[in-house]
């Protein structure tokens, strides 16, 4: 994008700078551009602002970029607010954590904000090998194709055939409704009206400047995103792209997605088991649904159905080896592997004896039941005790996520409010978000609470570290006034004493994973384990089946691992 100086107008009130920056936030995304020669906006997300003070961004986008910003180069922020682009002064970091896969930054706090007056000239220009068809449609269901050349928050240039001066001449009465196809498969409408036309008599082409009109707030979000998803792939195909930078999701052709071993930054070669790299694909989807959200998007109904359906097609192939991969997704984001852990425990704890609706509902419900947690302020995560003022901003992640399934009409809301609405929910009141009491729970939300916070338990956080299952049990058994003993006790029955995925160590001092169980629960199959981390390609050993104890003695007691 490039505009000139002059058209931009400073804003240094105090007021109106928070003002704009919490547009920013609200809309969950914003471009970081180093302040050096040709560099070019990425996109990351700005979480939140202390007024005066700080700036909080989640960096984990351009995590190629943060060796050189933490030795001190300047950069700006570029994003939209309020319907006009804001852009701040040269910027450093004072902060940078990596926690849960991610990269969580401060800088400090700008001192004014330039606001560009004329959107229109501020273009992303789309490079050789970046195609995107553009339709337009008539009357009389006439209609001509072309592509999309650059695009603004304003408006967009189209290159069309000859033939199209027909439907053009239509739009000079009303608004023209155009269609673009973006490679990953994503579909737009809007409508245009044309504000200038070039035509190219050799090459028998038009080139016609449009203006958007009559856009909804959704439609600029979603405009916004795919400028700053042109500017990152374009920067891609410069010769001085030293950094690598990550491909556009929105570039990506879904069958190389789907056929190829890479899946965004995913090599699937390092995922530990072949169960594993299939989970992976699933994983990918959450990852990028979560950064949809946060650039204002709703949950995509037809993807949400296909992965729930894919998941629970794993789940019948093998749900023994799916168990085991949820402690193989390391790579990924915390809320993704959590999300995970949860949906496919849930699924095989509620049983196949349920109708499949309910069941993929089920799944679906606590595949996305923690995403909003990605649209609350990040630093909650970090807080060393949390308090009561951490709970109230926490709370507001379950209204978050469900305020966007609305375009999900297969999902049955009663499923949906009862797991993603009940699983933080308590026996006694004392959970969230409406501190229901176990007579107004569903089953469904108590067996959901149950299995959300023994795979919460099982990880890492900020003020406590991982915890054995034996632990988890333990504490579930002295809280009967949270958790409902009913499902207590078919949870550790249908999962046993070392369930699937735990770190065990035998009596011959060996370490080793639990693949398969029998009905007692005695390990029939483990993986021998080199060290005492998360599962993956370098620490594996053997499989041992059949005799496992005649081989590595009797089970000792399993070893806490943060997964």
Request: proline share 5%.
């Amino acid at each position: 994008m490039s505009a000139h100086e002059d058209e931009y107008e400073r804003v240094a009130g105090a007021i109106a700078i928070e003002s704009l920056l919490e547009g920013l936030i609200e809309s969950g995304g914003v471009s970081l551009c180093l302040n050096e020669p040709d560099a070019r906006p990425e996109p990351i997300v700005l979480m939140e602002q202390h007024a005066g003070e700080t700036l909080v961004m989640d960096l984990s986008s351009v995590d190629y970029l943060l060796s050189r910003l933490q030795d001190g180069a300047t950069f700006f922020l570029r994003g939209q607010s309020q319907g006009k682009v804001v852009r701040t002064p040269s910027l450093e970091l004072t902060e940078v954590r990596h926690a849960g896969g991610r990269y969580l930054c401060c800088s400090d706090y700008p001192a004014y904000l330039d606001v560009l007056q004329r959107r229109e000239s501020f273009r992303a220009e789309l490079r050789m090998g970046m195609e995107v068809p553009v339709t337009l449609f008539g009357h009389d269901d006439l209609a001509v194709q072309g592509e999309l050349k650059d695009l603004s928050q304003e408006g967009c240039q189209v290159e069309l055939p000859l033939t199209a001066t027909g439907i053009l001449a239509q739009a000079d009465a009303e608004p023209i409704k155009m269609a673009f196809k973006f490679p990953d498969g994503t579909y737009f409408e809007v409508q245009g009206e044309v504000r200038h036309q070039k035509t190219d008599p050799d090459q028998q082409l038009l080139r016609i400047g449009f203006r958007f009109t009559h856009c909804s707030a959704d439609q600029e979000r979603q405009i916004w995103y795919f400028v700053c998803e042109i500017e990152r792939e374009a920067s891609r195909y410069k010769k001085d792209n030293q950094a690598g930078r990550q491909p556009s999701p929105l570039f990506e052709a879904p069958q190389k997605r789907a056929s190829g071993d890479h899946i965004g930054r995913r090599e699937l070669k390092h995922y530990a088991t072949p169960m594993a790299r299939r989970l992976a694909k699933v994983a990918a989807y959450l990852d990028s649904q979560m950064l949809l959200l946060q650039n204002g998007s709703d949950v995509n109904s037809r993807q949400l159905s296909r992965y729930a359906d894919r998941l629970m097609t794993l789940h019948e192939e093998d749900r023994e080896a799916l168990l085991f991969a949820t402690r193989c997704m390391t790579r990924e984001p915390l809320l993704v592997r959590h999300s995970l852990s949860v949906a496919v425990h849930l699924l095989d704890l509620v049983g196949t004896h349920i109708p499949h609706d309910l069941r993929k509902a089920i799944t679906a419900s606590a595949m996305v039941h923690d995403l909003g947690k990605a649209l609350v302020p990040q630093v909650l995560f970090q807080a060393a005790k949390f308090e009561g003022t951490h709970r109230s901003a926490m709370s507001e992640h379950v209204d978050l996520i469900m305020s966007r399934l609305n375009n999900c009409h297969w999902l049955s809301a009663r499923i949906a409010q009862a797991v993603i609405g009940g699983i933080n929910e308590r026996m006694d009141g004392s959970g969230y978000p409406k501190g229901l009491n176990g007579d107004q729970l569903h089953e469904l939300a108590k067996a959901s609470a149950i299995v959300d916070v023994v795979e919460a338990m099982r990880r890492d956080r900020a003020d406590r570290p991982a915890r054995t299952v034996q632990q988890i049990y333990r504490h579930l058994l002295k809280n009967p006034h949270q958790f409902d003993p009913r499902w207590i006790k078919r949870y550790v029955e249908h999962f046993k004493a070392l369930p699937i995925g735990s770190l065990v160590r035998f009596s011959s001092e060996q370490l080793a994973w639990v693949l398969r169980l029998d009905a007692k629960g005695n390990p029939t199959e483990v993986q021998v384990a080199k060290c005492a981390e998360p599962p993956s390609n370098d620490n594996l050993g053997g499989l041992i089946r059949g005799n496992v104890t005649e081989r590595l003695g009797r089970p000792v007691g399993e070893v806490a691992v943060s997964t």
